[in-house]
Each structure stands twice: as structure tokens, then as C-alpha cells.
């Protein structure tokens, strides 16, 4: 599923967050009639967690605790570190590279689909798994599927029901900062990781209210959405076609989607994990271009053929 700050910001129409929340709500009753005891998730960071003064492509989270952005939970999550140690091992066994984290910080982009689906982001034990999707150089994107396989090929050895999701928009160009044109405040701050003040985190959300605010009204210059693209992506997703995302580009997907485009990296490593138990099916079929969201907003739910 995608995740957005503006959900839970002043802005979007209620129309719009009706129609989203709906879609939620029925992704959220097919989590309930699972009533998964483990959740894997695979998600990114917006250099909340994850800084320039050291990038891993991918992380395994052994200790977990939300930093509390956009009213989401902050706090500990309830993360079992012998589960995602053994993850971890399993990942490397597979000739993936994989870093750990004793002490990780999460994001809305973690938390916010955990309290969408179950209504507290500590209901359920969940292995946080982060990849890279804003902060370049990106490996290319058949490494996702193969992290996706090693983790689902882990997952077949333990003895739980377990959810997987993905957290990541499809087409959009927030403005996030990046090493080459932020300002040298902003830069400091992307590279060495200093915490934000809260009048920071304030002005942070001023500024993405105002950006949607342009966005929705034709009055940005942020690249547009792409419903033709996103609308691909999704049927492969669902034909479960994964090994044509072998043949994207970084500059494609960039071309095509805008700059935080490559958080479908998740969804690719979610449904590449899905994959490892056979064919798979989507059930819930979600998608709505959302200016109000700068996002290409999409969920499907899935479970083996």
C-alpha cells in the first residue's frame, strides 16, 4: 500500500480521504480475517532514520522505535530481534547484502500502514525492513526482488502466519531534499543526521501542506503523476510478472514516476517474498491519482494461488 504525510495533515479534500480510507478499511478487514501473528514490512525512510553519512541499500531492523513524524506513533515497536536476526542471517546465506540495526529509527512510512491496518502500530510484532529509495546511487531493481526472495524464502521456515506489506507510493515528486541541491542547513542535516526540533517538524509540515496545496491547484513545479505508468506497474503486480521489473531502468523509473518513484521498490520485494510460496492472486484492486496527496495512491491485497 502507499502511505502519504497528507493523511494525516489538513488538506485533502473529504472526498478524497473518504475514498482512500475505504480502500484502507477493506485492506484492513482482509488483515483482520488473516489475523496474521508476525508482519514483515518493507518501506523506506525520508532521511528520518537514514542518513548520507552511511546509505544502506537495504536494513534489517533487530530494534525498531518510530520518530513520531506527521502524528504517527513515536515510541518503540514491538520488533522480535531473534526472528529478525535470523532474517538477517538467512538474507546474507542468500548472497544479499544486508545491514543491521540494533536501534533503528522508522518513519510514517513504516508506522503509518501499521496503524492504518491493525489501528496501533504496536498490536502486532513486526521485522521492519528498510530500503533505500530516495538517496542515490540506487542498486538496480532485481536486487529488491531478490532481498523480497530471501526474505520470503526465511519466512517459509517459520512457524507463523505472517503479513507482508509494502509501503510505498507509485508515481509522485514530494519535495524531498536531496545531496546535490539541498541548502547547506538542510545538506548538514541529510548527511550527519541531526535530529529535527519540534519547530523543525512544524515547518516541515507547513511546507507539505503548502506543496499539495500547489500541487492540486496546477500551480507547482513538481513533475506530475502518471496514472498510464502507475496503472502498468500494477499490471504486473498483478500477473505477477515480476521478472519484467528486471528490465527497469533506475533512469526509467525516474523518468517515468518522479523522484520518490522508486519507493515501488517495496512493493516489488513484497510481492517477490509472496512469490517464494507459488503463484499469487490480488484481491483488492485500489488506485487513485491523488494530487491532494502528491501520490499515485495504490493497495492491493494478495495471498497465495
Same mark, same amino acid.
Given at each position: 500500500?502507499?502511505?502519504?504525510?497528507?493523511?494525516? =495533515?489538513?488538506?485533502?479534500?473529504? @472526498?478524497? &480521504?473518504?475514498?482512500?480510507?475505504?480502500? *484502507?478499511?477493506?485492506? !484492513?478487514?482482509? #488483515?483482520?480475517?488473516?489475523?496474521?501473528?508476525?508482519?514483515?514490512?518493507?518501506?523506506?525512510?525520508?532521511?528520518?532514520?537514514?542518513?548520507?553519512?552511511?546509505?544502506?541499500?537495504?536494513?534489517?531492523?533487530?530494534?525498531?522505535?518510530?520518530?513520531?513524524?506527521?502524528?504517527?506513533?513515536?515510541?518503540?515497536?514491538?520488533?522480535?530481534?531473534?526472528?529478525?536476526?535470523?532474517?538477517?542471517?538467512?538474507?546474507?546465506?542468500?548472497?544479499?547484502?544486508?545491514?543491521?540495526?540494533?536501534?533503528?529509527?522508522?518513519?510514517?512510512?513504516?508506522?503509518?500502514? =501499521?496503524?492504518?491496518?491493525?489501528? @496501533?502500530? &504496536?498490536?502486532?510484532?513486526?521485522?521492519? *525492513?528498510?530500503?533505500? !529509495?530516495?538517496? #542515490?546511487?540506487?542498486?538496480?531493481?532485481?536486487?529488491?526482488?531478490?532481498?523480497?526472495?530471501?526474505?520470503?524464502?526465511?519466512?517459509?521456515?517459520?512457524?507463523?502466519?505472517?503479513?507482508?506489506?509494502?509501503?510505498?507510493?507509485?508515481?509522485?515528486?514530494?519535495?524531498?531534499?536531496?545531496?546535490?541541491?539541498?541548502?547547506?542547513?538542510?545538506?548538514?542535516?541529510?548527511?550527519?543526521?541531526?535530529?529535527?526540533?519540534?519547530?523543525?517538524?512544524?515547518?516541515?509540515?507547513?511546507?507539505?501542506?503548502?506543496?499539495?496545496?500547489?500541487?492540486?491547484?496546477?500551480?507547482?513545479?513538481?513533475?506530475?503523476?502518471?496514472?498510464?505508468?502507475?496503472?502498468?506497474?500494477?499490471?504486473?503486480?498483478?500477473?505477477?510478472?515480476?521478472?519484467?521489473?528486471?528490465?527497469?531502468?533506475?533512469?526509467?523509473?525516474?523518468?517515468?514516476?518522479?523522484?520518490?518513484?522508486?519507493?515501488?521498490?517495496?512493493?516489488?520485494?513484497?510481492?517477490?517474498?509472496?512469490?517464494?510460496?507459488?503463484?499469487?492472486?490480488?484481491?483488492?484492486?485500489?488506485?487513485?491519482?491523488?494530487?491532494?496527496?502528491?501520490?499515485?495512491?495504490?493497495?492491493?491485497?494478495?495471498?497465495?494461488?
Amino acid at each position: 500500500m502507499s502511505h502519504s504525510p497528507l493523511l494525516n =495533515l489538513p488538506g485533502p479534500s473529504r @472526498d478524497l &480521504l473518504e475514498d482512500v480510507e475505504g480502500a *484502507i478499511a477493506q485492506a !484492513a478487514e482482509f #488483515v483482520r480475517d488473516y489475523d496474521p501473528e508476525l508482519v514483515v514490512i518493507f518501506s523506506p525512510d525520508h532521511y528520518n532514520g537514514f542518513f548520507y553519512k552511511t546509505m544502506p541499500s537495504f536494513c534489517i531492523g533487530l530494534n525498531a522505535t518510530g520518530v513520531g513524524d506527521y502524528g504517527t506513533h513515536a515510541g518503540p515497536l514491538d520488533v522480535p530481534t531473534e526472528l529478525a536476526s535470523q532474517c538477517a542471517e538467512a538474507v546474507l546465506d542468500a548472497g544479499v547484502d544486508v545491514a543491521v540495526s540494533a536501534s533503528m529509527d522508522v518513519d510514517h512510512g513504516t508506522v503509518q500502514p =501499521l496503524e492504518k491496518l491493525f489501528g @496501533d502500530a &504496536l498490536s502486532r510484532s513486526v521485522i521492519p *525492513i528498510f530500503v533505500n !529509495a530516495v538517496a #542515490v546511487p540506487l542498486g538496480p531493481l532485481h536486487r529488491c526482488r531478490a532481498l523480497g526472495a530471501a526474505v520470503g524464502n526465511y519466512l517459509a521456515t517459520v512457524d507463523k502466519r505472517v503479513l507482508v506489506i509494502g509501503s510505498g507510493g507509485l508515481s509522485h515528486s514530494p519535495p524531498v531534499p536531496t545531496l546535490a541541491t539541498a541548502p547547506e542547513a538542510v545538506r548538514e542535516r541529510i548527511v550527519q543526521g541531526r535530529p529535527m526540533t519540534p519547530e523543525q517538524r512544524q515547518a516541515r509540515q507547513a511546507a507539505v501542506i503548502e506543496a499539495a496545496k500547489a500541487f492540486a491547484g496546477g500551480e507547482s513545479d513538481l513533475q506530475p503523476l502518471n496514472p498510464a505508468w502507475d496503472h502498468r506497474f500494477l499490471e504486473i503486480i498483478d500477473a505477477g510478472r515480476l521478472d519484467e521489473f528486471n528490465l527497469w531502468s533506475n533512469a526509467f523509473v525516474l523518468y517515468e514516476g518522479g523522484s520518490s518513484a522508486h519507493e515501488v521498490r517495496t512493493w516489488i520485494a513484497a510481492f517477490a517474498a509472496l512469490e517464494t510460496a507459488g503463484r499469487y492472486e490480488t484481491a483488492l484492486r485500489y488506485y487513485k491519482p491523488a494530487e491532494e496527496l502528491i501520490a499515485g495512491f495504490a493497495i492491493r491485497t494478495a495471498m497465495p494461488a
